[in-house]
């Protein structure tokens, strides 16, 4: 049998352990699940007969190796930072590998190597990055295909709670990782393209600048930048589009109570807190407020950020019961956004049957004829219950695909890439189909960048 080796087992590899387990037997596949926790995987594969889980310690030379050695296709599901060492012995040992993160430097230098070998490092195949790219460089192509002139691309991705289970003023729940969540947009200014012009947004106004999106069916959407638009920028050939947006997608409303955070210094990862582990809710949030003999905590956070008390961000506040001082942080040495994730684990983490959600939005303005035109793409993924998420629906289907079609040398053209050639896209983009995975395509007005044409 072909052997298929998933290092790693967690929340996003449902769906792709159980795309090659329903097609092991017409494709000839054994899946071997390597991973620190062999529980969590044996959860996932019943009583398959074409599957194996073994303990698998990515630090540990020996295993690793060994069970590389004797596969003919890698699966990382690892954090990034981890793909490297496997990524080596697939060099060495001539196997192809497929991952869903973003291409470190270190994944890039090994290109040679792979091109020398034969072999597909295929990266960014997840949502985003991956069906993000794939769907938009399809549209791209066939513009330009078309003889169309590529103009402005913004792109937008979202993972939030499906309408079902939205029930807290925050429309919101964590879906994946909430350290991201916390700590989303540090690190530098935001840097976009709008009508020929370099747009930079600082983290202290990055969730009062905001994008408004409608999605027919779900509503409306906002968007914050993400820090660097232009990344993709000539990957994507768009190195004379006037303007090059990308950003993150929330319910409307959620980036200006989000901002209340951001301005009293409450998202900040860079120090610890004093005494952390004895502070109280309401302790912690007094930290970042002025000292007074006689006002309430909560008075002073509202004077302090200017919230009327029948302002809906100030129910906002009071449905986290932040101000709690019975409920305590309990973390020793903890960073503000260590404590504030935890006060926030506590309102949004996802119910056993709640729902999660991914929405995208893309916009495509191009030039043809003389004449200029848009056309809006959007896709909506539900989740089925708590293992089979939207998140590891759109994450895992397009990792198990992408694997499957190298093997059957489907994709064969060599080296580290991600998925923006038609060889890769169009048939992930066609089976996708399949799983509920479609964008609806409409064309609309151009406006450029401002949508009242002023």
């Known amino acids: 049998m072909r052997k298929i080796l998933i290092i790693g087992a967690g929340k996003s590899s449902s769906y792709l352990i159980k795309y090659l387990l329903d097609k092991s037997n017409a494709e000839n596949l054994h899946v071997t699940i390597g991973d620190l926790n062999v529980e969590n995987a044996k959860k996932l594969i019943g009583n398959h007969e074409n599957v194996s889980v073994i303990h698998l310690d990515v630090f540990n030379t020996e295993s690793r190796t060994e069970a590389i050695k004797d596969a003919n ?6 954090p990034a930072r981890f793909h490297i060492e496997a990524a080596k ?20 230098d090994l ?33 330009r295909d078309n003889g169309g002139k590529m103009i402005l691309f913004e792109s937008f991705t979202g993972g939030l709670v499906a309408p079902e289970s939205d029930n807290n003023l925050w429309n919101y729940k964590f879906t994946w990782n909430p350290r991201n969540v916390v700590t989303a947009g540090q690190g530098g200014a935001a840097k976009f393209l709008q009508e020929n012009q370099f747009k930079y947004i600082p983290y202290n106004r990055l969730f009062r600048r905001t994008e408004f999106l409608e999605i027919d069916d779900y509503g409306r959407f906002e968007a914050y930048a993400n820090r660097d638009s232009l990344k993709y920028q000539h990957v994507y050939g768009l190195d004379y589009v006037k303007t090059l ?32 582990e004895n502070m109280s809710y309401r302790d912690f949030i007094n930290a970042f407020l002025p000292y007074s003999p006689t006002d309430s905590v909560e008075l002073k956070f509202r004077h302090a950020l200017k919230i009327d008390q029948d302002d809906i961000v100030w129910d ?9 001082s019975k409920k305590m942080v309990t ?25 999660d959600m991914i929405v995208m939005y893309h916009k495509f303005g191009y030039e043809l004829n003389g004449e200029q035109h848009q056309i809006d ?34 994709i064969k053209t060599p080296g580290v890439q991600i998925p923006i050639t038609k060889e890769v896209y ?28 002023i």
């Open 89 to 108: 012995d697939c060099i060495a040992y001539k196997k192809h590998m497929v991952t869903a993160s973003y291409v470190s430097k270190e994944m890039q």
């Open 426 to 453: 169009n048939p992930i983009l066609e089976e996708l189909k399949d799983y509920g995975i479609a964008f609806s395509e409409k064309e609309v007005e151009y406006l450029g960048y401002n949508p009242l044409n």
């Open 377 to 410: 793409a959007t896709m909506v993924a539900i989740g089925e219950d708590q293992t089979y998420t939207a998140m590891a629906k759109t994450v895992g289907l397009p990792v198990a695909i992408a694997t499957l079609a190298i093997l059957n040398g489907k």
């Open 73 to 78: 296709i890698v699966v990382s599901m690892l």
């Open 245 to 276: 947006y990308r950003g993150t997608m929330r319910r409307v409303g959620f980036s200006r109570a989000w901002n209340v955070f951001v301005q009293l210094g409450m998202t900040d990862d860079s120090y610890t807190i004093d005494d952390s």
């Open 331 to 355: 973390l020793k040495k903890a960073t503000p956004a260590q404590i504030l994730q935890k006060i926030l684990m506590d309102s949004w983490t996802l119910d056993e049957n709640d729902k």
């Open 316 to 324: 906002k506040f009071l449905e986290l019961d932040m101000f709690s």
């Open 111 to 143: 290109n040679e190597d792979a091109k020398a070998n034969n072999l597909v490092f295929m990266n960014e195949i997840g949502v985003d990055p991956g069906i993000d790219h794939m769907s938009a460089m399809q549209v791209i192509d066939r513009i």
